[in-house]
């Protein structure tokens, strides 16, 4: 992947002197927007479980799932198109702790859109019950299971049901304070800096 520090600098008045774009693409707009609401929709979906009558568990949680998948097919675009486009660089006002912490929250921001849908998927192959409920994202797409954790001998699966269910939560808990984060420092820059950021990712 490209990042911003890699966008070679051309010589003041060369004639080919390209201004770096200023905001975010519109494909990488709508892959953001459709990401973040995929995953913070399923946050709300699985924490508010608890709280649902018991006839709505079983169809929220296969929302959640097929919302999750979703999310994992997007990501995987983005991480695609990600790798063949510069995103547009930081304003140089910046000073270099905010856009270094900025650099990484966004790669642990990649890491958890990956790690979240993937151990949720792992966890759920691992469910003793998954034999006799197949995954039909929405209704309509059969969806596979990782086979090779199906097939486990069942207490050896019951713990690995255990351990991924475990990441997955623990990815949420990270989730948590990355996003803080993300959307506390792109909030800072519009209400403090008065140096938009969020306008980059914006129509
Ligand atoms: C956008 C991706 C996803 C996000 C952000 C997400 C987030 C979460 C969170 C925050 C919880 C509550 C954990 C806890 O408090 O213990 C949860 C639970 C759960 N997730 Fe996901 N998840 C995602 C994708 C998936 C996928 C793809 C699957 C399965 C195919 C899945 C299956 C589950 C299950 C079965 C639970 C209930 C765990 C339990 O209580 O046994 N998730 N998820
Ligand atoms: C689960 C939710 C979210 C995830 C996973 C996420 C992830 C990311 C990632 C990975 C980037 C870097 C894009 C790249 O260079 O490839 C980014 C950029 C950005 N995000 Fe989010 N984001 C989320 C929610 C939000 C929210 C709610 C806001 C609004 C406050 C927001 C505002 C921005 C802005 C303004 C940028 C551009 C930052 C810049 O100019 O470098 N994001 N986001």
Redesign the pocket.
């Known amino acids: ?1 490209t ?2 520090a890699e966008i070679p600098a051309s010589p003041p008045g060369s004639p080919h002197r390209a201004e770096p774009a200023s ?2 693409s519109r494909t ?1 707009m709508i892959l ?2 459709l ?6 929709g399923n ?1 709300a979906l699985a924490l508010s479980v608890d709280l649902l009558p018991d006839d709505w568990i079983r169809p929220v949680i296969d929302t959640h799932k097929s919302i999750g998948i979703t999310v994992l097919g997007l990501v995987l675009l ?1 991480i695609l198109w ?1 790798a063949g486009h510069r ?2 660089p ?1 304003p140089k006002a910046f000073p270099a702790w905010e856009r270094a912490s ?2 990484a ?3 642990l ?2 890491v ?2 990956i790690g979240l849908p993937l151990s949720g998927w792992l966890h759920d192959s691992a469910w003793k019950d998954a034999a006799t409920h197949p995954l039909v994202l929405f209704h309509l797409v059969p969806w596979p299971r990782f086979s090779s954790v199906m097939n486990l001998d069942p207490a050896f699966k019951e713990h690995l049901h255990d351990v991924f269910g475990a990441v997955h939560t623990w990815f949420g808990y990270v ?1 948590y304070a ?2 803080a984060l ?2 506390g ?3 800072k ?2 209400l403090i800096d008065r140096e ?7 129509p």
């Open positions: 992947m990042t911003p905001r975010y990488a953001h927007w990401i973040a609401v995929g995953i913070i946050v983005r990600r995103p547009p930081l900025a650099h929250a966004h790669l921001l990649y958890l859109m989730l990355v996003l993300h959307i420092g792109a909030l820059h519009e938009s950021v969020l306008r980059r990712m914006l």
